[in-house]
């Protein structure tokens, strides 16, 4: 696909009569906004090598990529990268220390949060993670607290001064949630949901694009760009662990697709241990594989009672253990020579 780079100070008189030639020419356009102007894409027809050549020639035209990938937008032909993300006012995801997002999987009372945000931060993690909207797999499941969880999860990181992730299911939550959300994040049931997608990409705060449980790469980045053709380019991928044959394990943790993005595209890429082995005994293992895989953070679920937690219990660590993996993860990081601060401010 063919990307014109443009200049912000490009006049809207200029734009409308390039579109309107390629349109005659029979070319689809889309008009994608960005910090420092604007890409122009050719989404359908393909233009003569002549066409191209004058296109290049335009003097409005920073730049004329012929980019390969169907994602042309998340992929490195079109942005080089890696792409840094400012969550709240102090942290930054892909700046090359890996970035600790932990919590309990659902917020389950104000009590609860207050002391997780408390004991979050103590051990060293920099974003609160918490479902206030739960997609579960059974009906009559603990479904969360709602608007009020988020409201109180909100309170309790603000008072700690950590920034907070949560879940948002459909396009009419992100508007409400706006206010109170650091990081919306997708679930891996909502890859495909295009329309929230959408909706979250109008607007700039950051995104947690989890991989869909059965959804190839390509898919997931396919999925991204949903979100960055529509102006928002905070976008962090979140690999989650994926369906396999393995019964031993609830997901098999696709580490491949860590290293692998981070050839094919320039957005940070976060793993969740958690859901991606479904066991606490195996989260810490798999948190320092991801790390050495290139993990930019870890999504990580910790309770302080797990056999008691309304939801995901079997694969939630307890506080004292985050507080042993976040010192391994800085250790390792260092050692990478990625630094050993947990919060890169700036
Ligand atoms: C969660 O983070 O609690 C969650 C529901 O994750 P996933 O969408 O990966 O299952
Ligand atoms: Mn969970």
Redesign the pocket.
Known sequence: MLVLDMPRDVSKAMMAKLIRFLELRGLGTKLVPHEDGFFLLLVSGSPSPKLKERLRSLSFVRRCVDASDPFPLASTSLIKGPRRIRVGDAVVVGGGVPVVMAGP?SVEGEEQIRRMARLVKEAGASVLRG?VFK?RTNPYSFQGLGLEGLRIMSEAAREEGIPIVT?VMEPSQVGVMYPYVDVF?V???NMYNYPLLKELGKGDKPVLL?RGMSATVDEWLQAAEYVLSEGNFNVMLCE?GIRTFEARTRNTLDLNSVALIKRLSHLPVVV?PS?GTGRRDLVLPMSLAAVAAGADGLLIEVHENPSRAKS?GDQSITPSELTRLVGMVSVLSASLGRGSELALVG
């Open positions: 999987c479902g997609p879940e994040q679930g891996t049931r989890k989650r969740d859901h995901d």
